[in-house]
């Protein structure tokens, strides 16, 4: 098991980098979609399935089709001159050292966390909807909360169009 | 041992459908326009599938050269593969079937959601602007339907109690789900039609207005993939339809479960074809509407009832 794990997270860290570095915005966006994927086979291995199921289907499926689909209608493929003019070298610096500090900080944080062993048994959906609903109810509330009034602005923005059948059929 | 004759097993029988059915489906077609269909290569013509994919693999395999190559290369493969992997949940027989997973229906609306890459990537990486407007067809298309498909789903799950095909398939043993969920069925139909992007619902690639869309700018066999790909995803869903819908493998036992499941499969085939003889194709907007406007409420008016009545009758 451990195994899978190593080459699933070399996976990962690999493409999230290229997704980093890379110029062109669609392939940044397709190693994106593969570190997701790379991070779904994590949360199997950690026996999530379910987690895992709806990575695949939240995040790669559907959130990255949204920014691929954006990315695409704006055609911003392939502006590799303009982006050299923003990304000068010495805006990396002060970010880098902020990162560094970071990641000290998770590894010594982690030298004292104890190791998650993947051989639990596996968390089926009906146990996940089960505390979902009944330990975590308040944030699933207020996640519904938030999608409701996403669902009411995109009605506001929607409704303002009038409906025409045919730019021919139209009347003046 | 056993893991591999069924991975080749189920493999053959997939794409040997696939393939056949560009045969059935071009006789069917003929039947019901009152024609003869291709009956030349062959008996009955049944040997025009074999000259088409010699045709297909001796043609010139052109990349045009203001497309992106990698990504252009790449999309055909991704449909193959998140359709060809869907397959190995399907339960063919009682023991007949690669994996049986606790998430196995998730499984299917992950790949089916990744399969949306295929076509937006291929319309894209071809450089040309009419598949540009088929992939921007196909995303939106795609990403609508997906989101009822789910949903049409989650009634069979909670009468099976789980996304197991294998267990939904068991459940059916005291009566086949399409009677309680036909509202499901229905909403699962539809999109299925649409997820698979076939006629009526071939917006992405609509010949008249799109020469092709999509995949305009693919020969030799990566077209051949994107084709077979479309006869593989109605074989796919006309599978699901049968197992989660219409008992699966389950029949009178004077013939075996696997015959039963691939006719049922194969009757639902034919039910796809008669809709591309049939229907005209509906305006870009239209589709828009009839998805978000009637087939969101009903699959979500489908969930509550189902869940009360379940409830009420614990």
Redesign the interface.
Known sequence: MDVFFYIAAVVAIISTVMAISGR?A??SL?YL?LSLLAISVIFYLLSA??I???E??IY???IM??F??VT??LNI?LEREAEKKWLKPRMWIIPSILAVVLLVNLILALKNIKTISSDKE?I??KQVGISLFSTYLLGVEIAAILLMAGVIGAYHLGSQKKKVKHRFLEIK | MKYAFIIAGVLFIALTIAAGLIWVERRLLSVWQDRLGPNRVGPFGLLQVVADTIKLFFKEDWVPPFSDRPVFVLAPGILMVTILLTFAVVPFGPDFYVFDSNIGILFFLGNSSLGVYSIVLGGWASNNKYSLIGAMRASAQMLTYEVFMGLSLMGVVMMADSFSFCKIVETQKGGWFFIPQFIGFIVFFIAGIAETHRLPFDIPEAEGELIAGYHSEYSGMKFGMFFVGEYLGITLISALISTLFFGGWLGPSFLPPVFWFLFKTFFFICVFILLRASLPRPRYDQLMELGWKILLPLSLLNLLITGAILIFLK
Do not use: C
């Open positions: 062109n669609i392939h397709l979609i399935p379910f895992a199921a709806l695949v289907i790669a499926g559907a089709v949204l691929i689909f695409m209608m493929g596996a089926l959906p």
